[in-house]
C-alpha cells in the first residue's frame, strides 16, 4: 500500500491510497488535482471516503464518482451527497479494489460527525481528517470539548508507530503555539527543527506519528503541568480538569 500526498487549495492534502493499478481517494476537496494524479500515473479510482461534510474535505466527490463510477464511504452522523456507504464506529470496510481493510472510529469535535479510518497491522495508519493535526487539533466548529477531547483519546490510544495522516499542512504554525502553551519541552524544540528542514525542501510535513504527537501536541498533553500552568496563567484562574484545560487552550489558540 502507497500513500500518495495530493495538495490542494493553500494548505489542504488529499490523500490517494495506491495498491499497483488501482487506487482509493480520501477527502476529495477537490477533482481537478485527483484525476490528474490518476492520469499521470495510470491508477483507475476504485473508492472514495470521506471524514467530514467540509467543502474542503467533499467537494470533488460528485465529480469523481460520476466518472469513476465507484462507492462513496462516509459519516452516517453528516449530511453528505452522494454517500453509497454510511459507516459508524466499529464498522470495518474492505477497500474495493484494494483488498485494504479500515476500521472507523468516530471522532467529534470539529463537526459533529466526524469519522477517522484505521488501517491496522505491521505498519498502522490512521486518516483523521481535520480532529488530530501535527501539533495541533481542529477548530471546535460543530461539537464540545468533551467530544474533542475524547476523540483526540482515541486517536492517542493507538499503537504510537501509527502514521496519522492529516488534511492541512500547519505544522510549523501549530508549533509556534505549543511553544507559547509548553516552552520547557525540548522534543518540542527538537522537532521544530527537524519540521523546519522539511519545509525549507518544501517536504511535507505529514503524515506524523502518534508517538511523536503524545510527546510535542499540547492538545494530547493536558496533564502535563507546564501546560495545566501555561492554561491557567491565560485563564487567570485555577482549572480542575482536563476538558477545562484543553478548552482552554483551543480558545487560545483560536485568537493566537
Not at 77 to 98: D, F, M, Q, S
Not at 99 to 124: F, K, M, N, S, W
Request: proline share 7%.
Amino acid at each position: 500500500m502507497q500513500i500518495h500526498a495530493v495538495p490542494a487549495f493553500q494548505d489542504n492534502y488529499l490523500w490517494v491510497i495506491a495498491e499497483d493499478d488501482r487506487a482509493a481517494v480520501v477527502d476529495p476537496g477537490d477533482a481537478v488535482p485527483v484525476q490528474a494524479f490518476l492520469e499521470r500515473h495510470g491508477l483507475r479510482l476504485e473508492a472514495i471516503l470521506a471524514t467530514h461534510h467540509h467543502g474542503d474535505h467533499v467537494g470533488g466527490l460528485a465529480a469523481l464518482a460520476q466518472r469513476w463510477s465507484c462507492p462513496v464511504f462516509g459519516p452516517a452522523g453528516e449530511r453528505i451527497a452522494g454517500l453509497t456507504r454510511k459507516l459508524r464506529e466499529g464498522e470495518r470496510i474492505t477497500v474495493p479494489g484494494l483488498g485494504i481493510e479500515l476500521e472507523v472510529l468516530d471522532v467529534p469535535g470539529h463537526t459533529a460527525g466526524h469519522i477517522a479510518y484505521v488501517h491496522r497491522g505491521d505498519d498502522p495508519v490512521v486518516f483523521c481528517g481535520d480532529t488530530l493535526f501535527a501539533c495541533g487539533c481542529g477548530r471546535l466548529f460543530e461539537g464540545t470539548p468533551a467530544q474533542m477531547v475524547s476523540s483526540l483519546a482515541k486517536l492517542a490510544a493507538l499503537p504510537p508507530q501509527t502514521r496519522a495522516f492529516c488534511a492541512h499542512e500547519y505544522t510549523m504554525s501549530n508549533i509556534r503555539f505549543a511553544e507559547a502553551v509548553e516552552p520547557g519541552n525540548a522534543k518540542l524544540a527538537a522537532r521544530k527543527a527537524r519540521e523546519a528542514a522539511r519545509r525549507a525542501r518544501n517536504e511535507p510535513t505529514v503524515p506524523m506519528r502518534i508517538a511523536d504527537e503524545l510527546e510535542t501536541n499540547p492538545f494530547l498533553r493536558c496533564t502535563e503541568p507546564e501546560v495545566v500552568a501555561s492554561a491557567e496563567r491565560h485563564a487567570g484562574r485555577a482549572l480542575a480538569v482536563p476538558v477545562e484545560v484543553f478548552a482552554e487552550i483551543r480558545q487560545w489558540k483560536n485568537n493566537f
